[in-house]
């Protein structure tokens, strides 16, 4: 969420850097609101004073032996409207935060412009994409011959159509590929491994921005009263362990990392990657979530997005890093690189990370802060996350990449300690 004085002293500001996101803020209504804030503020105020007086004037009056009762029909009077006014504050109040807490965060200066996917900015490029002296097959086609280790029929039955049984080699591959990448995570780069809930509670969801914006994208379900949701990436919880907490600066930077399935209904996405593993309801991955002091956050977004390419350059996956333009971030990034992997028989790169700098939006959503040790005052603190990597794609970009011409996989070096030695698939 965005900090409300920002709403209130540079509207217009903050209103011409959301429009490069696409965003349109509806300033006169903002403006309105405020001023209504404002005049109900004034007229609170002067009842509380008015109530006050009366007050005192009650016990002067009792005392000098006169007739208090029109003083104190005049106090409950002025109590009403002191408590109808403080209820209209509380509405124009809440009906600000609506509109705040639908407002995505607005683009870092490093960010360049663009109005969708088309736009963003090409970093780098990592390793040359393999030729090969056969017709390549998809994974679908490769994995299906092993083991029919997809098996996206039995998963239509079970479930419903986006969702899949994995067996045998395939099974164990994409387990392998979870466990060094937490590893790799753990003992490398500094993570603390953590498990997390699958379910969450609303206050969760709205704590990092998928919430209120973004329920159709969840699988929801009731508890009785409660309410809870599947997480869509284990960010949810790990970012939501420090909600309402204030950290001591000395214990940042705090970075952990999870292993998890994540739930995403894909709504809106009909059609798109509709074959195989690309676009799943329910998918593997590894996350890294980062939550460091403010001067920090830029550089350990440059720290984060580099752990997630080392798991890429250890199995010698070719990849490109972009960075996203302002059209194309999501709602609570400032900024983001994605990383794309290439597959081979799309013949072309695929997002496999996307690694974002939330900077104090989902801070201050979260009430997540830590105390700075030379003011001694709470401050915000700046939450960063990414994929570290996404498990199935990157079973994708394995299978498509370390394809035989007899349909066999060749099992990358970094994963064969984690197949038992096993060379080759298939």
């Known amino acids: 969420m965005l900090d409300a004085k920002l709403l209130r002293t540079d509207l217009e500001q903050i209103a011409a850097l959301l429009a490069k996101r696409g965003f349109t803020l509806d300033t006169e209504q903002l403006h309105a609101l405020e001023q209504q804030r404002k005049e109900i503020q004034v007229k609170t105020q002067e009842l509380q004073s008015q109530r006050n007086t009366r007050s005192k004037s009650i016990g002067q009056a009792k005392a000098r032996g006169e007739d208090i009762q029109p003083l104190l029909a005049e106090v409950g009077q002025l109590g009403a409207d002191l408590d109808a006014a403080k209820e209209a504050q509380d509405m124009i109040l809440s009906q600000i935060n609506d509109i705040a807490s639908s407002i995505p965060n607005v683009p870092h200066d490093s960010v360049p412009d663009g109005e969708s996917e088309d736009d963003n900015v090409e970093v780098l490029t990592w390793g040359e994409p393999k030729s090969f002296d056969f017709d390549v097959k998809d994974h679908v086609d490769l994995a299906t011959a092993i083991d029919k280790g997809l098996d996206f029929e039995s998963g239509a039955k079970l479930s419903g159509t986006r969702f899949v049984v994995m067996r045998?080699?395939?099974?164990?591959?994409?387990?392998?590929?979870?466990?060094?990448?937490?590893?790799?995570?753990?003992?490398?780069?500094?993570?603390?491994?953590?498990?997390?809930?699958?379910l969450v509670n609303h206050d969760s969801l709205y704590g990092t921005g998928q919430l209120p914006k973004f329920g159709e994208d969840l699988f929801h379900t009731d508890l009785g009263s409660k309410k809870f949701s599947l997480i869509p990436t284990a960010e949810v919880p790990l970012t939501n362990l420090v909600r309402d907490e204030i950290v001591d600066e000395n214990e940042l930077p705090i970075k952990l990392t999870a292993l998890s399935a994540c739930f995403r209904s894909e709504a809106g996405s009909s059609g798109r990657d509709i074959r195989g593993l690309i676009r799943?309801?329910?998918?593997?991955?590894?996350?890294?979530?980062?939550?460091?002091?403010?001067?920090?956050?830029f550089e350990a977004l440059e720290e984060l997005t580099s752990h997630a390419e080392k798991i890429l350059q250890a199995l010698n996956l070719p990849y490109r890093k972009v960075v996203l333009c302002t059209g194309d971030m999501g709602f609570s990034a400032t900024k983001t690189y994605d990383l794309e992997v290439w597959l081979p028989a799309q013949q072309t790169y695929r997002e496999i990370s996307s690694c974002s700098n939330m900077g104090d939006f989902q801070a201050r959503r979260m009430h997540a802060r830590y105390r700075n040790s030379e003011t001694i005052k709470p401050e915000l603190l700046h939450t960063l996350n990414g994929s570290g990597l996404a498990v199935g794609r990157t079973l994708v970009a394995i299978l498509e990449n370390y394809q035989q011409a007899d349909g066999s996989v060749i099992v990358p070096d970094a994963l064969k300690p984690y197949m038992g030695g096993i060379e080759k698939i298939g």
């Not at 164990?172 to 699958?198: C, K, S, W």
């Not at 799943?280 to 956050?297: A, G, R, T």
């Open 168 to 198: 045998g080699q395939i099974a164990r591959l994409n387990r392998a590929i979870g466990q060094f990448m937490l590893d790799m995570h753990t003992e490398q780069h500094g993570y603390q491994e953590t498990n997390v809930p699958l």
């Open 280 to 297: 799943q309801h329910q998918f593997d991955k590894v996350e890294l979530v980062q939550l460091v002091k403010p001067e920090d956050s």
